[in-house]
């Protein structure tokens, strides 16, 4: 239980993480400003690169990694098998070709011949062997183990074909695989260096580790014998931990870093186009919901839950919380996640809600607790709630929590009954961009259910659930798009939470660069990135 409860505690980590890192917008459209456009291209001296991040990084050994601002440094350094392109889209990478059986058991890899890492090593399919069965070592206590626990066995074909067989179907592997803890470490380096290996980070990326000084900066340098070279790469990238949202903006103004992540929203418009700056804004996989207990009165019955979607105006918290920097939801995946099927709507329409309340026995409403994080915004998208939800009688009061004693009290709990949540105002990023890792740790019935999972509605349809192992016990996408789909339906139709918003990424650099993007998922993209004249 000990090892469930940490896998909890990380994935709260990555959430927690994630939501920092993504925030809102200065055009609903993702395009530059017309002011933007317009102005001349800054002139860069020289070309070592530095990026303004809010947050501090915790680790550089991907296989123990729980949030994506570590996993977009490593990924200047490292490569997996396979990868995920701008719109999240599973692309080969090490691998220059993959099949896959149709009871997804089996998933055979073509490696690229003639790659080194680092330190020299070569590149092979011992080397995947070697990375795999250390994430599968059952003494393993790498944060992302889990993700690879159904690997049963890793096997060495030849010297560039390597076989991964799992202990059951599960459809959704590739993209596991594409997940940025899939990527693989010189195994020359994890002998040498054994767990500390995160202190010394050795792929065979375009960027070669050259210093860390926690809370100060991480540097990389250019990979001269890069595989993949295309003659753009930066001669070096500086990350800068910044968490003030003022200083990391002044950096960009003063040209002392030449990209930032995030931009805070309140000033997103104000410095874009202005000193050769642009601001850009695209929509994420990050939703934002309100998990309503199925399990406790009123809400185990669907009209009351459906009353509350009714009776929230997304529209409006898209503008007064999230600052325009976000679009409602229309289905409890976002667009950009693989097999994301869009349902109708729960239009605001606050008589729908008392209606159903009435036909409910609640007409004259009832109170309620609302949990979440003590954070700012957090603080004041329950608020907002709160006010949506006094239109319909619904008394709520709000709860915020330190993130540590959020967690205690969500994932303490060892009886079902036993749970005191009420609402839970939360967030998720489905990493791996599959809409398995959007549902299943968050609906996925009872297995799902704290401390196991994030199941924090402790919503339980037994259809659902048969949906959901369809979806993963095939390697068919058409069988499991349908899968899927229906899913997705009828979770919409049961409500178990309110479906808010998905949230925006958005960042700031000088128009100079070209080529660096964020991921629907929040991480940062260099690969393609250039200095233009």
């Given amino acids: 239980m000990k090892r469930n409860l940490y896998r909890l505690v990380a994935l709260f980590l990555i959430v927690g993480f994630v939501l920092i890192g993504c925030s809102n917008k200065t055009s609903n459209d993702g395009s530059e400003s017309k002011d933007a456009v317009a102005q001349e291209t800054v002139k860069k001296e020289g070309k070592d690169i530095t990026i303004a991040v809010a947050a501090n990084f915790v680790s550089l050994d991907p296989h123990d990694t729980n949030d994506t601002l570590s996993g977009s440094a490593e990924k200047t350094m490292m490569e997996g098998l396979v990868g995920f392109d701008k719109d999240m889209n599973v692309v080969p990478v090490l691998a220059k070709d993959y099949s896959v059986n149709d009871d997804a058991t089996e998933f055979v890899f073509e490696l690229q011949e003639g790659v080194k890492f680092h330190d020299g090593a070569p590149f092979n399919a011992e080397a995947v062997k ?233 007409e004259n409403g009832f109170k309620a607790t609302i949990w979440g994080a003590n954070s700012s915004t957090t603080m004041k998208a329950m608020e907002f709630i709160q006010q949506q939800l006094a239109q319909i009688n619904v008394e709520l009061e709000v709860v915020p929590m330190e993130t540590g004693t959020l967690s205690d009290s969500i994932w303490s709990v060892e009886d079902p009954k036993d749970a005191e949540i009420e609402m839970y105002y939360g967030g998720w990023s489905p990493s791996t961009g599959d809409a398995d890792w959007g549902i299943r740790p968050l609906v996925g019935g009872e297995n799902a259910y704290p401390p196991k999972s994030y199941n924090t509605a402790y919503y339980n349809n037994k259809e659902v659930n048969k949906l959901i192992a369809d979806g993963l016990a095939t390697g068919d996408p058409a069988a499991r798009e349908k899968a899927y789909a229906d899913a997705q339906e009828k979770i919409w139709e049961d409500a178990p939470w309110a479906f808010l918003v998905v949230d925006d990424t958005i960042f700031g650099k000088k128009n100079y660069l070209e080529g660096i993007y964020l991921l629907p998922d929040g991480s940062l993209s260099l690969e393609n990135m250039k200095i233009v004249e």
């Fill in 130 to 362: 070697v990375n795999l069965d250390r994430l599968t070592d059952p003494d393993s206590t790498l944060i992302r183990s889990s993700l690879f626990e159904l690997i049963k066995e890793t096997e060495v074909v030849d010297e560039y074909t390597v076989k991964v067989t799992l202990s059951e179907p599960f459809g959704a592997m590739i993209n596991t695989f594409a997940h940025p803890a899939g990527m693989l470490i010189s195994p020359k380096a994890l002998e040498e260096y054994g767990d500390d290996v995160s202190q010394h980070p050795v792929g065979t990326g375009p960027y070669v580790f050259k210093e860390w000084q926690p809370g100060d900066h991480l540097t990389m340098t250019k990979n001269e014998d890069y595989w993949r070279a295309t003659g753009n790469e930066a001669d070096s990238i500086t990350f800068k931990p910044t968490p003030e949202n003022g200083t990391r903006v002044a950096m960009l103004q003063t040209g002392e870093a030449d990209f930032i992540y995030p931009v805070p929203t309140e000033q997103a418009e104000e410095i874009d186009g202005k000193d050769g700056i642009v601001v850009e804004n695209e929509a994420s996989i990050v939703v934002r919901y309100l998990a309503m207990n199925n399990l406790k009165k009123p809400f185990d019955d669907k009209r009351v839950r459906q009353a509350v979607n009714y009776a929230i105006n997304k529209e409006a918290f898209t503008q007064v919380v999230m600052n325009g920097f976000a679009s409602p939801m229309d289905s409890i995946i976002a667009p950009n996640t693989q097999f994301y099927s869009k349902q109708t709507p729960y239009e605001f329409d606050l008589e729908k809600a008392k209606e159903l309340l009435t036909e409910a026995g609640y």
